[in-house]
């Protein structure tokens, strides 16, 4: 009996010994992790900003499935995120996330980059903006020349060229996104929201860029008037499209069109006939609006795996307007199936073409009447 005593007395000592070690284990793992959640470095030093109530989805917003029936091509040629569209003699072309650009014949040219924003320049050449590379004209024969790498005006060089569009005098505007972060780190600048962005000019006579504004929220989007009269920008991490003048009395002034969008604008397009096609990333995050006015939030989140950071929500959405930022077309899909995230629209005679920073084909659909 005594035996059986003592051994029962034994198993409950190793048994409050482990309970005693488990609970110290939970407490140390517990505190190493509020240690790296408050203390681990990051690489942004997120600052407080006022973020504007989204507007509902009614109205002008109102929720609608007519992207729905986009029709998708080229999803099954082993790439993905065909950022953006151009179209030229029949040939249609995109580029990819491993730097190919594809056209409807075959592989065009690889910029061993990253090509995002692509327009055709008078003499046929396709210009890119590269996120990696910069400033880009490749020609008909596959021949490429590095236009620009940096603002000859500040020195500063081209960190994330992202957009563009060209004047009829041949100059060449488009957006460097963020002058501190690079192709891939987006999610790191919209933490932080600090203005990095850039408005620039190419001007292909003196091979010169200047800078035309900085300070800017995510410079995106770029569509040059059909008059030439102004370009229309997106800043995308402050939902709002302004308006630089070219000429008049307003000539080297900015001003807002439309704020408080109710999602993300990325890139913008003219169809030279006084709409302008907007591409909506995705709509709006509510932990990005509510933790606008708390920054050290958002540090802790740059901390949290990956998995469990702010995501977008897969959500179809464009919209078109007109030159005073007045609503004209609303299409939309939330769904997730949905052909997400849309990166830019174009239109070509009767139909949108849509391309995508991470889906595997573009897409197409008739205009709306």
């Known amino acids: 009996m005594y ?69 998708i091509f080229w999803e099954n040629d082993g790439h993905y995120g065909p950022e953006d569209i151009a179209i030229h003699e029949e040939n249609l072309y995109v580029g990819y996330h491993d730097g190919l650009i594809m056209r409807s014949d075959g592989e065009f040219y690889n910029t061993n980059g990253r090509p995002l924003g692509m327009v055709f320049d008078a003499d046929d050449n ?112 402050m939902y709002r499209i302004q308006k630089y003048w070219l000429k008049g009395a307003k000539a080297g002034t900015s001003e807002i069109i439309m704020e408080n969008l109710p ?19 995705t709509v709006r995050n509510d932990f990005i609006d509510q933790t606008a006015d708390k920054p050290f939030l958002r540090s802790l989140a740059l901390r949290l795996p990956k998995f469990l950071q702010p995501k977008p929500q897969p959500y179809a959405f464009a919209l078109g307007i007109d030159a005073y930022g007045n609503v004209l077309h609303n299409l939309q899909y939330d769904s997730s199936d949905a052909y997400s995230p849309i990166t830019s629209v174009k239109q070509y005679d009767d139909h949108l073409y849509f391309g995508s920073l991470t889906h595997a084909g573009w897409g197409k659909i008739e205009v709306p009447k």
């Open 263 to 281: 999602g993300f604008p990325d890139n913008i397009s003219s169809n030279e006939k006084g709409i302008y096609w907007v591409a909506l990333f």
């Open 126 to 237: 396709l210009i890119v903006a590269d996120a990696i590379q910069g400033l880009i004209s490749i020609n008909q024969n596959g021949i490429a020349t590095t236009l620009s790498t940096k603002s000859d005006s500040d020195g500063i060089p081209l960190s994330f060229a992202d957009d563009l569009d060209i004047a009829t005098d041949g100059k060449i505007y488009f957006s460097d996104a963020s002058d501190k972060f690079g192709y891939g780190e987006d999610q790191i600048e919209v933490m932080e929201h600090t203005p990095n962005g850039r408005l620039l000019v190419y001007d292909p006579e003196t091979k010169l860029t200047t800078t035309l504004l900085d300070n800017l929220y995510f410079a995106n989007g770029i569509a040059v008037s059909p008059d030439d009269s102004f370009v229309l920008f997106n800043e995308t991490f």
């Open 3 to 71: 035996f059986f005593w003592r051994a029962s007395e034994a198993s409950c000592s190793f048994c409050k010994s482990i309970l005693v070690a488990m609970k110290n284990l939970l407490f140390y793992s517990l505190l190493i992790f509020l240690s790296y959640l408050l203390l681990w470095p990051v690489p942004i030093k997120p600052v407080s900003w006022e973020s504007p109530t989204p507007p509902s989805m009614t109205g002008m917003y109102e929720k609608n499935d007519y992207l729905k029936n986009i029709e």
